[in-house]
Protein backbone atom coordinates (compact mmCIF):
# COMPACT_ATOMS: atom_id res chain seq x y z
CA UNK A 1 0.00 0.00 0.00
CA UNK A 2 1.42 3.20 -0.81
CA UNK A 3 2.00 6.10 2.35
CA UNK A 4 -1.22 7.95 1.42
CA UNK A 5 -3.13 4.33 0.81
CA UNK A 6 -5.91 4.67 3.31
CA UNK A 7 -5.93 8.29 3.15
CA UNK A 8 -7.00 8.33 -0.75
CA UNK A 9 -10.73 7.05 -0.95
CA UNK A 10 -14.15 7.46 -2.80
CA UNK A 11 -14.91 9.94 -0.04
CA UNK A 12 -11.70 12.15 -0.28
CA UNK A 13 -11.96 12.40 -3.69
CA UNK A 14 -16.11 13.83 -4.04
CA UNK A 15 -15.66 15.93 -1.16
CA UNK A 16 -12.54 17.13 -1.89
CA UNK A 17 -10.66 16.92 1.08
CA UNK A 18 -7.59 15.21 2.49
CA UNK A 19 -8.51 12.93 5.22
CA UNK A 20 -11.84 10.55 4.83
CA UNK A 21 -13.49 11.95 8.14
CA UNK A 22 -16.66 13.78 8.78
CA UNK A 23 -17.72 15.62 11.57
CA UNK A 24 -21.72 14.66 11.11
CA UNK A 25 -24.08 16.84 11.73
CA UNK A 26 -25.44 17.16 15.14
CA UNK A 27 -28.34 19.13 16.42
CA UNK A 28 -27.75 21.02 18.65
CA UNK A 29 -23.58 20.61 18.66
CA UNK A 30 -23.12 21.65 15.36
CA UNK A 31 -21.21 25.42 15.70
CA UNK A 32 -19.93 27.11 13.58
CA UNK A 33 -16.58 26.98 15.03
CA UNK A 34 -16.44 23.32 15.07
CA UNK A 35 -17.61 22.55 11.21
CA UNK A 36 -14.67 25.05 10.50
CA UNK A 37 -12.26 23.52 12.55
CA UNK A 38 -12.44 20.08 11.21
CA UNK A 39 -12.56 21.25 7.55
CA UNK A 40 -9.17 23.77 8.22
CA UNK A 41 -7.39 20.58 9.43
CA UNK A 42 -8.30 18.68 6.06
CA UNK A 43 -11.75 16.44 7.19
CA UNK A 44 -14.73 17.91 5.82
CA UNK A 45 -17.63 19.41 8.76
CA UNK A 46 -20.99 19.33 7.84
CA UNK A 47 -23.40 22.25 8.61
CA UNK A 48 -27.01 21.37 10.42
CA UNK A 49 -28.83 24.24 9.33
CA UNK A 50 -31.14 23.86 12.39
CA UNK A 51 -28.44 23.98 14.84
CA UNK A 52 -26.58 26.75 12.68
CA UNK A 53 -29.70 29.68 12.79
CA UNK A 54 -32.09 28.61 15.84
CA UNK A 55 -29.25 27.22 18.23
CA UNK A 56 -26.19 29.62 17.18
CA UNK A 57 -27.99 32.45 16.40
CA UNK A 58 -26.84 32.73 12.58
CA UNK A 59 -28.79 33.63 10.10
CA UNK A 60 -28.34 30.70 7.32
CA UNK A 61 -26.26 32.69 4.66
CA UNK A 62 -24.48 35.27 7.50
CA UNK A 63 -23.62 31.20 9.15
CA UNK A 64 -22.00 30.01 6.52
CA UNK A 65 -20.26 32.95 5.34
CA UNK A 66 -18.72 33.08 8.78
CA UNK A 67 -17.72 29.75 8.66
CA UNK A 68 -16.21 30.29 5.30
CA UNK A 69 -13.94 33.16 7.00
CA UNK A 70 -12.96 30.46 9.35
CA UNK A 71 -11.81 28.33 6.75
CA UNK A 72 -11.46 27.99 2.90
CA UNK A 73 -11.73 24.14 2.75
CA UNK A 74 -15.05 22.22 1.76
CA UNK A 75 -18.22 22.02 4.24
CA UNK A 76 -20.75 20.25 3.80
CA UNK A 77 -24.49 20.50 4.44
CA UNK A 78 -26.96 18.23 6.38
CA UNK A 79 -30.52 18.05 4.88
CA UNK A 80 -32.92 16.25 7.17
CA UNK A 81 -35.64 15.56 4.17
CA UNK A 82 -38.73 14.71 7.18
CA UNK A 83 -42.33 15.23 4.74
CA UNK A 84 -44.04 16.18 8.05
CA UNK A 85 -44.39 20.00 7.52
CA UNK A 86 -44.66 21.41 4.09
CA UNK A 87 -43.38 24.74 5.80
CA UNK A 88 -40.31 22.90 6.85
CA UNK A 89 -39.73 21.53 3.28
CA UNK A 90 -40.28 24.80 1.90
CA UNK A 91 -37.54 26.07 4.39
CA UNK A 92 -34.95 23.26 3.87
CA UNK A 93 -35.43 23.62 -0.37
CA UNK A 94 -34.23 27.22 0.40
CA UNK A 95 -31.06 26.04 2.97
CA UNK A 96 -30.09 24.06 -0.21
CA UNK A 97 -30.56 26.48 -2.62
CA UNK A 98 -28.58 29.42 -0.51
CA UNK A 99 -25.75 26.15 0.37
CA UNK A 100 -25.03 25.62 -3.05
CA UNK A 101 -24.69 29.54 -3.63
CA UNK A 102 -22.62 29.67 -1.33
CA UNK A 103 -20.44 27.47 -2.69
CA UNK A 104 -21.17 24.06 -0.59
CA UNK A 105 -20.76 20.98 -2.74
CA UNK A 106 -21.33 18.09 -0.54
CA UNK A 107 -24.62 17.00 1.36
CA UNK A 108 -25.37 14.68 3.57
CA UNK A 109 -29.05 13.66 3.69
CA UNK A 110 -31.35 11.69 6.26
CA UNK A 111 -34.38 10.17 6.57
CA UNK A 112 -37.34 10.84 3.35
CA UNK A 113 -36.68 10.68 0.01
CA UNK A 114 -32.91 12.33 -1.46
CA UNK A 115 -33.91 12.92 -4.94
CA UNK A 116 -34.47 16.22 -5.24
CA UNK A 117 -31.31 17.31 -3.28
CA UNK A 118 -29.63 14.96 -5.70
CA UNK A 119 -30.83 17.05 -8.85
CA UNK A 120 -29.95 20.05 -7.07
CA UNK A 121 -26.95 19.32 -6.02
CA UNK A 122 -25.60 16.89 -9.37
CA UNK A 123 -26.69 20.40 -11.31
CA UNK A 124 -24.11 22.14 -9.32
CA UNK A 125 -21.65 19.80 -9.78
CA UNK A 126 -22.05 18.54 -6.19
CA UNK A 127 -21.84 14.92 -4.02
CA UNK A 128 -24.80 13.83 -1.86
CA UNK A 129 -24.21 10.73 0.73
CA UNK A 130 -27.37 9.50 2.09
CA UNK A 131 -27.77 8.31 5.57
CA UNK A 132 -28.86 4.76 6.23
CA UNK A 133 -29.56 2.29 8.82
CA UNK A 134 -30.64 -0.46 6.77
CA UNK A 135 -30.59 -2.14 3.22
CA UNK A 136 -33.97 -0.63 2.05
CA UNK A 137 -33.41 2.99 2.64
CA UNK A 138 -29.55 1.97 0.48
CA UNK A 139 -31.72 0.95 -2.05
CA UNK A 140 -33.74 4.24 -1.98
CA UNK A 141 -30.80 6.43 -1.61
CA UNK A 142 -28.79 4.56 -4.69
CA UNK A 143 -32.52 4.98 -7.11
CA UNK A 144 -32.90 8.44 -6.18
CA UNK A 145 -29.09 8.96 -7.04
CA UNK A 146 -27.72 9.54 -3.86
CA UNK A 147 -23.43 9.31 -4.85
CA UNK A 148 -22.66 7.71 -1.33
CA UNK A 149 -24.15 5.90 1.98
CA UNK A 150 -23.57 6.90 5.43
CA UNK A 151 -24.07 3.65 7.05
CA UNK A 152 -25.08 4.55 10.66
CA UNK A 153 -24.80 1.06 12.85
CA UNK A 154 -26.17 0.15 16.23
CA UNK A 155 -23.28 2.16 18.04
CA UNK A 156 -24.04 5.32 16.61
CA UNK A 157 -25.01 8.60 18.68
CA UNK A 158 -28.62 10.72 17.27
CA UNK A 159 -30.68 8.27 15.84
CA UNK A 160 -28.82 4.80 15.59
CA UNK A 161 -29.72 1.83 13.31
CA UNK A 162 -30.27 -1.93 14.57
CA UNK A 163 -27.12 -3.60 12.96
CA UNK A 164 -23.51 -3.03 13.67
CA UNK A 165 -20.65 -1.81 11.01
CA UNK A 166 -19.89 -5.57 9.65
CA UNK A 167 -23.05 -6.19 8.87
CA UNK A 168 -23.82 -2.96 7.38
CA UNK A 169 -20.57 -3.56 4.95
CA UNK A 170 -21.90 -6.97 4.39
CA UNK A 171 -25.64 -6.19 3.59
CA UNK A 172 -24.90 -2.90 1.26
CA UNK A 173 -21.24 -3.83 -0.09
CA UNK A 174 -23.01 -5.33 -3.62
CA UNK A 175 -24.72 -1.55 -4.15
CA UNK A 176 -21.26 -0.20 -5.80
CA UNK A 177 -21.63 2.90 -4.01
CA UNK A 178 -19.22 3.88 -1.21
CA UNK A 179 -19.69 3.66 2.49
CA UNK A 180 -18.74 5.67 5.36
CA UNK A 181 -19.30 3.94 8.90
CA UNK A 182 -20.87 6.03 11.09
CA UNK A 183 -21.24 4.92 15.04
CA UNK A 184 -18.71 3.78 17.74
CA UNK A 185 -15.62 5.95 16.73
CA UNK A 186 -13.91 7.47 19.23
CA UNK A 187 -10.19 6.59 18.62
CA UNK A 188 -7.74 6.20 16.14
CA UNK A 189 -7.52 2.64 15.92
CA UNK A 190 -11.37 2.45 15.48
CA UNK A 191 -11.00 4.86 12.81
CA UNK A 192 -8.28 2.68 10.75
CA UNK A 193 -10.05 -1.07 11.37
CA UNK A 194 -13.09 0.83 9.46
CA UNK A 195 -11.58 1.76 6.88
CA UNK A 196 -9.85 -1.82 6.56
CA UNK A 197 -12.80 -2.96 6.75
CA UNK A 198 -13.78 -1.62 3.60
CA UNK A 199 -15.44 1.81 4.25
CA UNK A 200 -14.36 4.96 2.65
CA UNK A 201 -14.49 6.87 5.34
CA UNK A 202 -16.21 7.22 9.06
CA UNK A 203 -18.67 9.47 10.58
CA UNK A 204 -17.87 10.98 13.48
CA UNK A 205 -20.34 12.65 16.04
CA UNK A 206 -19.90 12.32 19.61
CA UNK A 207 -15.76 12.57 19.73
CA UNK A 208 -16.35 15.98 18.22
CA UNK A 209 -18.93 16.78 20.93
CA UNK A 210 -15.74 16.71 23.42
CA UNK A 211 -13.82 19.28 21.67
CA UNK A 212 -12.86 22.73 22.64
CA UNK A 213 -14.77 24.31 19.53
CA UNK A 214 -17.71 22.35 19.98
CA UNK A 215 -20.37 24.81 22.10
CA UNK A 216 -22.14 22.32 24.17
CA UNK A 217 -21.81 22.93 28.07
CA UNK A 218 -18.41 21.87 29.93
CA UNK A 219 -21.14 19.82 31.79
CA UNK A 220 -22.40 17.35 28.71
CA UNK A 221 -18.32 17.05 27.87
CA UNK A 222 -17.54 16.06 31.47
CA UNK A 223 -20.41 13.27 30.94
CA UNK A 224 -18.81 12.20 27.58
CA UNK A 225 -15.72 12.24 29.29
CA UNK A 226 -17.40 10.02 32.74
CA UNK A 227 -19.52 7.54 30.25
CA UNK A 228 -18.62 4.12 29.73
CA UNK A 229 -20.80 1.95 26.65
CA UNK A 230 -23.39 1.01 29.35
CA UNK A 231 -24.53 4.17 29.75
CA UNK A 232 -25.45 4.69 26.43
CA UNK A 233 -29.29 3.92 26.27
CA UNK A 234 -32.13 4.35 23.54
CA UNK A 235 -35.21 6.59 24.26
CA UNK A 236 -38.01 6.86 22.50
CA UNK A 237 -39.02 9.87 24.13
CA UNK A 238 -37.20 12.30 22.45
CA UNK A 239 -37.89 11.95 18.15
CA UNK A 240 -40.42 9.25 18.57
CA UNK A 241 -37.50 7.04 17.41
CA UNK A 242 -35.12 5.68 19.34
CA UNK A 243 -32.26 8.43 19.95
CA UNK A 244 -29.09 7.51 22.23
CA UNK A 245 -29.00 9.06 25.20
CA UNK A 246 -26.84 9.18 28.12
CA UNK A 247 -28.65 7.56 30.83
CA UNK A 248 -28.42 10.70 33.73
CA UNK A 249 -31.03 10.45 36.27
CA UNK A 250 -33.61 12.94 34.05
CA UNK A 251 -33.65 10.43 31.43
CA UNK A 252 -33.87 7.85 33.82
CA UNK A 253 -37.37 9.65 35.75
CA UNK A 254 -38.47 10.11 32.43
CA UNK A 255 -38.60 6.33 30.86
CA UNK A 256 -36.96 5.49 27.75
CA UNK A 257 -40.52 4.28 26.26
CA UNK A 258 -43.24 6.63 24.17
CA UNK A 259 -46.25 6.65 26.51
CA UNK A 260 -48.98 4.76 24.98
CA UNK A 261 -50.77 7.49 22.84
CA UNK A 262 -47.95 8.19 21.28
CA UNK A 263 -46.73 4.68 20.33
CA UNK A 264 -50.15 4.61 18.51
CA UNK A 265 -50.21 7.39 16.72
CA UNK A 266 -46.65 6.69 15.59
CA UNK A 267 -48.07 3.16 13.92
CA UNK A 268 -50.86 4.99 11.65
CA UNK A 269 -49.55 6.32 8.38
CA UNK A 270 -51.16 9.65 8.72
CA UNK A 271 -50.82 10.01 12.68
CA UNK A 272 -46.85 9.63 12.75
CA UNK A 273 -46.20 12.54 10.76
CA UNK A 274 -47.85 14.70 13.27
CA UNK A 275 -46.60 12.99 16.19
CA UNK A 276 -42.95 13.16 14.99
CA UNK A 277 -43.37 16.80 14.11
CA UNK A 278 -44.88 16.98 17.76
CA UNK A 279 -41.55 15.14 19.12
CA UNK A 280 -39.30 17.40 17.18
CA UNK A 281 -40.67 20.89 18.10
CA UNK A 282 -40.62 19.90 21.85
CA UNK A 283 -36.85 17.94 21.26
CA UNK A 284 -36.08 20.91 19.50
CA UNK A 285 -36.67 23.39 22.45
CA UNK A 286 -35.59 20.99 25.30
CA UNK A 287 -32.23 19.92 23.12
CA UNK A 288 -31.49 23.40 22.85
CA UNK A 289 -31.73 24.07 26.44
CA UNK A 290 -30.20 21.19 27.36
CA UNK A 291 -27.14 21.52 25.79
CA UNK A 292 -26.11 25.04 26.66
CA UNK A 293 -27.18 24.91 29.93
CA UNK A 294 -24.51 24.68 32.20
CA UNK A 295 -25.39 23.79 35.65
CA UNK A 296 -26.36 20.48 34.25
CA UNK A 297 -29.44 20.83 36.19
CA UNK A 298 -31.66 19.04 32.58
CA UNK A 299 -29.24 16.40 31.53
CA UNK A 300 -30.59 15.60 28.10
CA UNK A 301 -27.46 14.58 26.56
CA UNK A 302 -27.00 12.42 23.52
CA UNK A 303 -24.42 10.67 22.53
CA UNK A 304 -23.26 7.14 21.22
CA UNK A 305 -20.88 4.44 22.57
CA UNK A 306 -18.05 5.96 21.37
CA UNK A 307 -17.78 7.39 24.77
CA UNK A 308 -16.07 4.92 25.62
CA UNK A 309 -12.76 6.00 24.33
CA UNK A 310 -13.21 9.37 24.73
CA UNK A 311 -11.03 10.73 27.61
CA UNK A 312 -9.98 14.32 27.33
CA UNK A 313 -11.35 17.71 25.35
CA UNK A 314 -9.15 17.69 22.36
CA UNK A 315 -8.90 20.71 19.86
CA UNK A 316 -11.13 19.37 16.80
CA UNK A 317 -8.35 19.93 14.11
CA UNK A 318 -5.99 17.77 16.79
CA UNK A 319 -8.42 14.79 16.60
CA UNK A 320 -8.43 14.50 12.83
CA UNK A 321 -4.36 15.15 12.59
CA UNK A 322 -4.19 12.36 14.84
CA UNK A 323 -6.35 10.36 12.69
CA UNK A 324 -4.51 11.05 9.49
CA UNK A 325 -1.65 10.16 11.13
CA UNK A 326 -2.78 6.86 12.53
CA UNK A 327 -3.77 6.31 8.72
CA UNK A 328 -0.57 7.00 7.48
CA UNK A 329 1.58 4.44 10.24
CA UNK A 330 -1.31 1.90 9.66
CA UNK A 331 -0.56 2.32 5.62
CA UNK A 332 3.02 2.65 6.00
CA UNK A 333 3.61 -0.80 8.10
CA UNK A 334 1.28 -2.47 5.70
CA UNK A 335 3.15 -1.05 2.56
C1 LIG B 1 -25.71 15.11 19.65
C2 LIG B 1 -25.93 14.49 18.31
C3 LIG B 1 -26.79 15.09 17.42
C4 LIG B 1 -26.98 14.57 16.13
N1 LIG B 1 -27.79 15.23 15.26
C5 LIG B 1 -27.90 14.81 13.96
C6 LIG B 1 -28.62 15.56 13.00
O1 LIG B 1 -29.19 16.61 13.30
N2 LIG B 1 -28.69 15.08 11.73
C7 LIG B 1 -28.04 13.92 11.37
O2 LIG B 1 -28.13 13.53 10.21
N3 LIG B 1 -27.34 13.19 12.26
C8 LIG B 1 -27.23 13.62 13.53
N4 LIG B 1 -26.44 12.92 14.44
C9 LIG B 1 -25.67 11.75 13.98
C10 LIG B 1 -24.22 12.14 13.62
O3 LIG B 1 -24.18 12.97 12.49
C11 LIG B 1 -23.33 10.90 13.38
O4 LIG B 1 -23.83 10.12 12.33
C12 LIG B 1 -23.22 10.03 14.62
O5 LIG B 1 -23.00 10.84 15.75
C13 LIG B 1 -22.08 9.02 14.51
O6 LIG B 1 -21.99 8.27 15.67
P1 LIG B 1 -20.98 8.61 16.90
O7 LIG B 1 -21.70 9.62 17.72
O8 LIG B 1 -20.84 7.31 17.57
O9 LIG B 1 -19.71 9.14 16.34
C14 LIG B 1 -26.29 13.40 15.74
C15 LIG B 1 -25.42 12.78 16.67
C16 LIG B 1 -25.24 13.30 17.93
C17 LIG B 1 -24.26 12.63 18.89
Same mark, same amino acid.
Given at each position: ???????D?????H????V???? /???? +?? %??? $? !?????? =?A????I???I????????????G??????L????I??????E??S?????????????????G?????????????????????????????T?????L????????????????A? /???? +?? %??? $? !?????? =?????????????V????V????????????????I???????S??????I??A?????????????V?????????????G???????????????????????????????L?????????????W????S???I???????????R?????????????
Amino acid at each position: MTPSGLLDTQLTRHAGIEVPLIC /GAMY +PC %SNP $E !LVAAVS =DAGGIGIVQPISLTYVHGHEFREGLRLIRRLTGKPIGMNALIEASSKRYHERMVQWVNVALEEGVRFFVTSLGNPRWVCQAVHAAGGKVYHDVTERKWALKGRDSGADGLIAVNRRAG /GHAG +PK %SAE $E !LIGELG =DLDLPMVCAGGIGVETEFVAALRLGYAGAQLGTRFIATTECRASAVYKQAILDAGEEDIVLSERITGVPVAVINTPYIQRMGLRAGPLARWMLRGHRTKHWMRMIYGLKSIWQLKRSSLDETGSKDYWQAGKSVAGIDRIDSAGEIVRRFRAACLASSTQSG
